[in-house]
């Protein structure tokens, strides 16, 4: 009865390499967003769908490309990965409705570049 | 840039102790101001929000206190315990419209028994 999901849990993978980070939610949300925790715990919001439309979109390098097949996934996929691309990447999901703002995380996917 | 101002970066106190944290911001165009608490390994999770129209909202051990004018606002855990010990962001929401989030840098506290 997970809330917000991510797979895998752990990468750890070779420079220049492809990957990608799945989730999914099953509260119903409209709005999902990924966000990346670097290694001074700083969180900072990537990109944000709501009903499959991308409607957040932050300075970030065209090598991450999130995908939203239905309203219920949003995955994230990196090509190309550098060093600075090791951090923790967090799907969240939210309403999005007036008095109710919450946004719920998932647990969190650790990347690691080597 | 950043928008939202958090300190102090780490905290430690004793068990029933009132561990303040405090953040700042500059863009009055921010309508909600969330707290979230973070276990290791765990991701952020809401602890409590306010809107600016109020000056303070209690949940249970936890008190926000909103300084609308000086652009302030500030989480105090009465009776910490601890269960506490955790990482603590407030943040600000940038836009209805995109419901955008921006965070502080955090606040590790640690409540020693």
């Known amino acids: 009865d997970t809330a917000v999901s991510q797979t895998p849990k752990y990468l750890v993978t070779q420079m220049g390499n492809d990957k990608s980070i799945k989730c999914e939610q099953n509260l119903g949300h409209d709005t999902m967003y990924w966000y990346k925790q670097d290694s001074k715990k700083f969180l900072k919001i990537m990109f944000s769908?709501?009903?499959?439309?991308?409607?957040i979109n932050e300075t970030v390098p065209n090598r991450f490309s999130p995908k939203s097949p239905d309203k219920a996934h949003l995955n994230l996929h990196i090509n190309s990965l550098e060093l600075g691309d090791s951090a923790v990447y967090f799907c969240?999901?939210?309403?999005?409705?007036?008095?109710?703002?919450?946004?719920?995380f998932g647990p969190g996917t650790r990347l690691l570049v080597l | 840039q950043q928008q939202v101002k958090q300190s102090p970066q780490s905290l430690i106190v004793q068990k029933g102790g009132i561990p303040i944290i405090n953040c700042a911001y500059e863009?009055?165009?921010?309508?909600?101001f969330p707290w979230y608490q973070q276990f290791p390994g765990k991701g952020p999770a809401l602890l409590i929000a306010?809107?600016?129209?109020?000056s303070e909202k209690k949940e249970g051990r936890f008190t926000i206190s909103f300084n609308k004018s000086a652009k302030q606002f500030s989480l105090h855990i009465m009776d910490s315990q601890p269960g506490d010990s955790a990482t603590y962001f407030c943040a600000a929401r940038q836009s209805y419209n995109t419901d955008k989030l921006i965070f502080g840098t955090g606040t590790r506290l640690q409540v020693f028994p």
């Open positions: 306010i809107r600016p129209d109020v």
């Open positions: 969240a999901s939210s309403p999005r409705l007036a008095g109710q703002e919450t946004q719920y």
């Open positions: 769908y709501n009903n499959k439309e991308l409607i």
């Open positions: 863009n009055t165009a921010f309508d909600y």
